[in-house]
């Protein structure tokens, strides 16, 4: 009866299946960040910035113009007058909040990453509140031999890009 169980408990077992999300990941100035899959719309290569201002720019999409963001600069607190130096930028994130489409440059190409949701970890309250960083999701992804990643909440990062106009 014993042995039974256990043969039991062995199939139910194999049978559990890991739920996973999908994220896309990149790396700035050696840390890396991630966004949930769900609301991006296109990641595009080298699109022409304008009207840039303090990491703050504009491009055409879609016949439409949308607002840019440089995340190096938001993230990263780079130097602001470096911003869009060239005017062009090597990938745009484009996601879909609502009914905004925002565009988030990058200097580097992202990448997609199945995470199982046993690798998603929360981060301590204190470190988000201390900081004031509230652009995070309040996780971080954890893979073994990667650098921990973490997640951005879209909707506050466009919300504290607002702050810089």
Known sequence: ??????????????????????????????????????????????????????????????????????????????DLTSAFSSCQVPYLIIIQLEETIVGLSLNCSPKVYRVAESNLISLPSIYLSTRNLSYLRGQVIKIPDHDPILILEAQNLVSTSNAFI
Do not use: C
Not at 40 to 46: N, R
């Open 1 to 78: 009866m014993k042995t039974n169980l256990s043969l039991r408990f062995r199939r139910f077992s194999s049978q559990i299946k890991e739920v996973f999300q999908h994220f896309i990941v990149f790396s700035l100035n050696h840390n890396w960040f991630a966004f949930p899959i769900d609301i991006v719309v296109k990641v595009i290569a080298s699109d022409k910035v304008y009207a840039h201002s303090q990491g703050i720019g504009l491009t055409t999409y879609q016949n439409q113009e949308i607002l840019v963001i440089n995340l190096a600069e938001l993230l990263e607190e780079i």
